[in-house]
């Protein structure tokens, strides 16, 4: 009895695991009745006729790289230097926290369109970085214009911050009052 019961655990994951894979690859609907209605059975039946590629598997579960992913957009931005591939760019650069180029990025995409407040935003952070205050309180006062809960009141705390920095308590003080009346969040507190 104590082998069915193990059976039955690896099969409830070989199901879990035949469902992921379905939803990735999407093929035909029936196979995901059969896996759920056929169990174990169904499961590995599916695996066995739609299995994952082999070839595609490790690239699958590793994904790709950041740094070649941030090789390729600057490649791809001296080719097409527009605004979408700069804001990527300068995404991944700022996860990379390599707050300088994520600048020169998204100094780029603004210079392009300047009709969305995230790359102020983003901007903003990389600027924030560098400790150039007022530059980034320039940008944030832009996007709290348009949206002071912007990315859940980040954008207005990163605004009442560097006015802190700047040695503008009154002003800070005031932005932090409107903040803790907007939000509750822990890093407003």
């Not at 193990?6 to 199901?15: D, H, M, R, S």
């Not at 780029?108 to 560098?130: C, V």
Request: charge should be positive; hydrophobic fraction near 45%; proline fraction near 3%.
């Amino acid at each position: 009895m104590h082998a069915l019961g193990g059976l039955f655990a690896y099969g409830f994951l070989l199901q879990i695991a035949a469902v992921i894979h379905w939803s990735r690859k999407r093929p035909d609907t029936f196979w995901l009745w059969i896996i759920i209605i056929g169990g174990f059975i169904g499961a590995l039946a599916y695996f066995l006729i739609e299995g994952p590629d082999l070839r595609n598997l490790q690239r699958q579960l590793k994904g790709p790289s950041r740094r070649k992913r941030i090789r390729m957009l600057q490649a791809m931005v001296l080719d097409n230097p527009s605004a979408g591939n700069y804001e990527e760019l300068g995404e991944l650069l700022l996860t990379e926290k390599r707050y300088r180029d994520a600048r020169g990025a998204y100094d780029h995409a603004l210079a392009a369109r300047t009709d969305s407040i995230d790359p102020f935003y983003r901007r903003a952070i990389a600027l924030y970085q560098l400790r150039e205050y007022e530059a980034a309180a320039r940008d944030l006062e832009r996007v709290i214009a348009v949206d002071p809960r912007y990315d859940y009141s980040g954008a207005f705390c990163l605004y009442a911050r560097s006015l802190v920095q700047q040695k503008k308590i009154a002003e800070a003080t005031a932005a932090f009052d409107q903040l803790v009346e907007r939000s509750h969040s822990a890093e407003t507190l």
